[in-house]
């Protein structure tokens, strides 16, 4: 475990901080001793910040007020992303400028002798690809990224490690769950009404998973000297979806009576089609009418087809634990009842 000393005292920029993982990564932040900054645009909401935390404006698509932000800090954690987008054009406007924006004002600082020694970027393992063979893939396997999202963040990994060579440090990490995450929420609300999907028809879909107070871990590791290049980030354990599905539903009290769908790809894949075509549409009549699309896109899509078409997400986390340390504490059970507990806390259950 990364002891508080680590980080006693030294300037942390935090992207992404509001957000789900950045939840459970602040307190452990602050826990550290570290001097919190939260990057933030003007119209995020940060009243739920802890009192300790500064907030620093920035934009990071434009790239304003982004030096001044980075300026005079130590560390910077990178979590800020887009997870569900209608098409490859948001993916990479929302993943792939930001960082492009962020390298820019990290180079500007370093040609003038400043900006921190240290980026940890919370990527992810669509970047590396799916695999379906146990241990998995590994620290070093060559990518394949089968979706928008995955592609953006490998361009996302490889635009800042051009501007920071062996200052970044890059995390992968599977399928997070945990209390506050709003993506795996339509599936928690399924599976309290006794009904869970699992992609392919008479197969078993195979993945890796972390709760994000391990997470949290893993970025604090991260931020230490020893960390190097790229790690990925697991339980530890493999797990099928139909296992994923029923550790949800003994949290919510509702194995008894859960029902697991094997559906046809085809059939999902339809389905993404439909909403994808749905949402778009919709994004193109405000536009037309309002002069700006929602913004909005329905968490199963075809992207997220793309990534659940394949045979499975397995990957292996041996390396951060040799190197670092890195010691999963949450198994699923706990993990489940804990994600159970704070979605009934926020009422979303």
């Known amino acids: 475990m990364v002891t508080a000393a680590s980080l006693a005292g030294k300037n942390v920029l935090l992207t992404g901080g509001t957000g789900f993982v950045g939840r459970h990564v602040l307190p452990r932040l602050l826990e550290s001793g570290a001097c919190v900054t939260c990057l933030v645009r003007g119209r995020s909401r940060v009243e739920n910040l802890p009192p300790a935390v500064s907030v620093a404006q920035a934009d990071l698509l434009s790239g304003q007020g982004l030096e001044e932000a980075l300026?005079?800090?130590?560390?910077?954690?990178?979590?800020?992303?887009?997870?569900?987008?209608?098409?490859?054009?948001?993916?990479?406007?929302?993943?792939?400028?930001?960082?492009?924006?962020?390298?820019?004002?990290?180079?500007?600082?370093?040609?003038?002798?400043?900006?921190?020694?240290?980026?940890?970027?919370?990527?992810?393992?669509?970047?590396?690809?799916?695999?379906?063979?146990?241990?998995?893939?590994?620290?070093?396997?060559?990518?394949?990224?089968?979706?928008?999202?995955?592609?953006s963040k490998l361009l996302t990994e490889q635009i800042l490690g051009r501007a920071l060579g062996d200052g970044l440090v890059t995390l992968r990490p599977p399928i997070i769950y945990g209390s506050g995450d709003r993506g795996l929420l339509p599936v928690f609300r399924g599976v309290a009404r006794g009904v869970a999907v699992s992609p392919g028809w008479g197969r078993e879909f195979w993945v890796s998973a972390v709760h994000a107070r391990d997470m949290a871990q893993a970025v604090l590791l991260a931020c230490g000297a020893k960390a190097r290049g790229v790690y990925h980030l697991s339980d530890g354990h493999a797990h099928t979806m139909t296992g994923f599905c029923r550790g949800m539903a003994r949290a919510l009290g509702t194995e008894r009576t859960l029902r697991v769908l094997r559906l046809p790809l085809p059939l999902m894949g339809c389905a993404a089609g439909i909403s994808t075509a749905l949402a778009v549409t919709a994004d193109a009549v405000s536009a037309r009418l309002r002069g700006r699309g929602l913004g909005r896109a329905p968490s199963w899509n075809l992207d997220k087809f793309r990534e659940a078409r394949q045979e499975g997400w397995l990957c292996d986390a041996s390396r951060i634990g040799r190197e670092l340390g890195f010691v999963p504490a949450v198994n699923l059970e706990e993990g489940m009842a804990e994600a159970v507990a704070g979605y009934r806390r926020e009422g979303w259950l």
């Open 71 to 151: 300026g005079g800090q130590d560390v910077v954690i990178h979590m800020a992303a887009l997870l569900f987008g209608l098409g490859w054009q948001d993916y990479l406007r929302a993943n792939a400028l930001a960082a492009r924006s962020m390298a820019g004002a990290l180079e500007r600082l370093k040609m003038r002798g400043g900006g921190p020694a240290r980026v940890v970027l919370v990527s992810s393992l669509a970047a590396t690809g799916p695999g379906a063979r146990l241990p998995g893939v590994g620290d070093d396997a060559p990518c394949a990224p089968v979706s928008a999202y995955g592609w």
